[in-house]
């Protein structure tokens, strides 16, 4: 059963416009939550994480979003730009229990068009 | 900044062969992990380990094991490498989740197995 979800595997975007990538998960465990950014032939890199006990965190152009009740989580990047084309992964953890095993979805591929 | 090392960027390799991928990390981190990254199935955990001599299985297990002699080096061996193999491998290494860490990955090894 997959636990973390991202629904869409790619999304286009015009280049100065809203990207906003969706992650929905199902384990209410989790409390923590990140996203990471992979570009080919790369190791993924963090980009920006969330705690359960927040619903918002900005960093420079991005801004993720965790709706609880929704168990749903958003990356926005504002304004896109060609370098941000990439693979988009959501990652979710519990922190209690001990557990250090990150939970990935399947990614949601970025483009964005000059 | 931590730093994850994998030996190789490229592997070719023959079915049956005995395959080694080799990664360092040099900031002492407890937590290890080997994913493999496939299209359209994201990020699958294979081993990972939360210390020395210690080992436990992923999802993915079968066909793989791994080898942790030191804290900072962790090994990922195909016993007999079969070409459902190919793949691109990914090592990454921990502090601890929860505390802005999230995981530090390798550029990854490209697999092919032919």
């Known amino acids: 059963d997959q636990q973390v979800k991202q629904n869409s595997p790619s999304l286009s975007v015009q280049e100065g416009r809203i990207s906003i990538l969706n992650c929905d998960y199902t384990n209410s465990m989790f409390d923590y939550f990140l996203w990471y950014k992979k570009y080919p032939a790369e190791g993924p890199t963090f980009l920006i994480s969330?705690?359960?006990?927040?619903d918002k965190n900005e960093d420079g152009r991005f801004t993720v979003f965790l709706n609880k009740s929704a168990k749903h989580l958003s990356l926005h990047i504002v304004p896109s730009q060609p370098g941000d084309s990439a693979v988009y992964f959501c990652a979710a953890s519990s922190t209690q229990g001990g557990s250090e095993k990150l939970v990935f979805g399947k990614g949601t591929k970025l483009t964005v068009n000059p | 900044d931590v730093k994850v090392t994998q030996s190789s960027r490229y592997l070719v390799k023959r079915t049956g062969e005995k395959v080694f991928l080799e990664c360092v990390q040099d900031?002492?981190?407890?937590?290890m992990f080997w994913y493999r990254q496939d299209p359209g199935l994201g990020l699958r955990l294979i081993y990972f380990?939360?210390?020395?001599?210690?080992?436990e299985k992923g999802d993915i297990p079968e066909g793989y094991s791994v080898s942790r002699e030191k804290k900072e080096r962790f090994s990922l061996i195909l016993e007999s490498a079969s070409t459902n193999q190919t793949s691109m491998y990914l090592c990454?290494?921990?502090?601890?989740?929860?505390?802005?860490?999230?995981?530090?990955f390798g550029s990854g090894t490209r697999l092919t197995v032919v």
């Open positions: 900031m002492d981190h407890e937590n």
């Open positions: 380990s939360y210390d020395v001599k210690m080992k």
């Open positions: 969330i705690s359960s006990i927040k």
């Open positions: 990454a290494s921990s502090f601890q989740v929860g505390t802005n860490y999230g995981y530090t």
